[in-house]
């Protein structure tokens, strides 16, 4: 992760003496610091820009009252039973063109909560609740769970509660190099590093600000190379000429830098927006490739025709399936 | 690099200004004139209509009037951006130092907002006290004026609050007596800053310039909405496809192929066939 530049940062009354504040606030020393009764004053009010303000997002340091930890959408999951996930921050660093934050707020400031204790409880209260019950957390929903932890040290601060509980899975998903937090720790079965993943060719045009395919390939090896379990997701699948070549080309260098017994599961997902989600969007960037293509609306979801979803998940997943087990293999559909 | 893609006028610049010794330096410099001698406020604009300025005078509600006046007077388009200059009480600053605004509290209710504010920017950035009476006390108060909050609330309901800028020029405080402000020192104090200023104009130009390059619906759009009848959803779906073609570079033999349309559903459907035929290629963009 680059520096990342920040030149405002709005903080809470009610938590600008918290430790964790104040160990964000200096890494931020030249930030003009502006105190704030509550995170709603600045995000996501009416008439704000995301398009402007993604150019320059300001840290927004606040308190999380409630709604820790949530169920995952259906169709959002890697083979258990039950899923949940919590978001210690809205909005990512990055700004990738498929991604429904940018429908979701209309803010693009970074709100970073930064209670981490009170997830903790609630993470630990679901465990409790669903004993017996194969769980799955998943960090990072709402934002990238690792491309901010420079900043946050949210997942340091997790780790532990998960190497506790080994009886529960947790995942963090994202597009981030940033693997400090695992290197220094002996890995976890129940943890899962999933990388989102395209062609690189489409990575190029529409995964602005991240780490290139290549790079996060390397992360995934060197952290398959120490014994962690990699997730692999082709999320979402993006349609375009030599789609095919495309994918073929990526599922076989992933598959030739990943050993298959690194490898906890693959997932594909096809690109899908609420049709109010997409219509922000795309009044945000209309003269993007991406909304070029091929997109139906079929009740109230915007999305490639079926064929096409069909046809490209099949083809991906039956690749896929040459190199590991079917029943590793899943469809985000959330 | 964005500026030469467009024709001079193509931003969209609103000033709100309580006094005309403040506007004055702004005025000339963009060689603007007063519209009508009878209007409710005095607004000035420039030749091509980017530079519109009103003098909405001292307090609240002045300037919010004069906001929402300005906006309806210039049909100020959705890419405009806003700006209120003027000089400023304050009890911490440097005598003539022009500072940005990134928090308000109306002193009135003591409600608070926050003002997007220029990036990476060198002029130091303060709290405005927005006060419906002059106050001396500058006691642990950094800017102080009469305006700020009112033109704020109103320039938001109105523009996206990104485009919308604050700056002051410390007029007065503790070292700088109230009474010694007159025409001539606060009409100095906005000239002593001309240079800052135009950095300022610069940034909400080009901002301006980006949205409408955005929001604006492409040429070929107007080209061919004029010569058949949409409905509004048509025209949705004609924005969309336009800007498909573009994508797509095939915009050059368009308008030959909807020579022979008789109608704005077979215009759509024209277009519908020759997008089906194209898949997005990727390594182009």
């Known amino acids: 992760m680059g520096k990342v530049l920040i030149e405002t940062i709005y903080i809470e009354k009610k938590i600008k003496d918290h430790p964790r504040t104040k160990s964000i606030l200096s890494k931020f020393k030249k930030a003009r610091y502006i105190e704030i009764d509550r995170y709603g004053e600045v995000f996501n009010k009416r008439n704000q820009n995301f398009r402007i303000q993604k150019s320059n997002p300001a840290l927004i340091l606040a308190h999380k009252n409630d709604g820790f930890v949530l169920p995952a959408p259906e169709g959002f999951g890697i083979g258990a039973s039950k899923n949940y996930y919590f978001s210690h921050m809205y909005n990512c660093i990055y700004d990738c063109r498929y991604c429904f934050l940018q429908g979701m707020y209309s803010s693009a400031n970074y709100v970073v909560f930064v209670n981490f204790e009170d997830f903790d409880n609630e993470i630990q209260k679901i465990i409790k609740l669903n004993y017996n019950t194969k769980i799955t957390f998943f960090s990072g929903y709402d934002c990238d769970s690792l491309a901010l932890e420079n900043v946050t040290g949210f997942a340091k601060h997790i780790i532990p509660l998960f190497k506790k509980h080994s009886e529960v899975d947790i995942e963090f998903r994202t597009k981030s190099i940033q693997i400090n937090p695992f290197s220094s720790i002996t890995p976890q079965e129940n943890f899962i590093i999933a990388y989102s993943l395209m062609p690189d060719l489409i990575s190029k045009s529409l995964d602005n600000k991240t780490p290139s395919i290549l790079k996060r390939i390397n992360a995934m090896s060197l952290l398959a190379s120490k014994g962690w379990k990699i997730g692999l997701r082709f999320d979402p699948l993006i349609h375009g000429k030599n789609w095919k070549c495309l994918y073929e080309e990526l599922i076989d260098i992933v598959f030739k830098s990943i050993p298959r017994e690194s490898i906890h599961s693959v997932s594909f997902g096809p690109l899908r927006f609420p049709k109010q989600m997409f219509k922000d969007i795309f009044k945000l960037y209309p003269d993007e490739p991406l909304f070029s293509g091929p997109l139906s609306r079929n009740k109230g979801i915007v999305s490639y025709n079926n064929e096409i979803e069909e046809e490209m998940t099949f083809f991906c997943q039956t690749l896929t399936a040459k190199y590991i087990n079917e029943s590793q293999i899943f469809k985000c559909l959330a | ?285």
């Not at chain 2, 005095?42 to 609240?60: A, C, E, Q, T, V």
């Not at chain 2, 309901?157 to 700088?176: C, H, M, Q, T, W």
């Open chain 2, 1 to 285: 690099m964005i500026k030469d893609t467009f024709k001079e006028n193509d931003f969209s610049i609103r000033w709100v200004i309580a006094l005309k010794e403040e506007a004055q330096i702004i005025i000339t410099q963009f060689k603007m004139s007063l519209l009508s001698q009878t209007s409710v406020f005095p607004i000035f604009k420039n030749f091509d209509g980017s530079h519109w300025l009103i003098l909405s005078g001292i307090g609240r509600h002045n300037a919010a009037a004069a906001t929402l006046y300005l906006y309806e007077k210039s049909n100020a388009p959705r890419w405009t951006s806003w700006i209120n200059i003027g000089i400023a009480g304050c009890g911490k600053g440097n005598y003539g130092d022009l500072c940005l605004v990134d928090k308000i509290i109306n002193n009135s209710n003591s409600e608070k907002t926050y003002p997007d504010t220029m990036k990476r920017s060198i002029l130091t950035r303060m709290e405005l006290l927005t006060t419906d009476f002059p106050i001396t006390d500058y006691n642990s108060k950094e800017l102080i004026d009469m305006e700020g909050s009112a033109f704020y609330d109103m320039a938001s309901k109105i523009a996206s609050r990104e485009l919308i800028g604050l700056f002051k020029v410390i007029s007065d405080g503790p070292s700088n007596d109230i009474k010694k402000l007159n025409k001539s020192n606060i009409s100095d104090l906005i000239k002593s800053n001309i240079s800052n200023i135009n950095t300022v104009i610069s940034y909400y130009e080009l901002l301006s310039l980006r949205e409408k390059k955005i929001i604006n619906k492409p040429e070929l759009f107007f080209e061919i909405s004029n010569q058949w009848h949409f409905t509004v959803s048509q025209k949705h779906q004609l924005d969309s496809l336009v800007r498909r073609i573009n994508t797509f570079g095939i915009n050059k033999d368009i308008k030959c192929l909807l020579k022979d349309c008789k109608n704005s559903k077979s215009v759509i459907s024209v277009l519908n066939k020759q997008i089906e035929s194209h898949e997005v290629e990727w390594g182009r963009f």
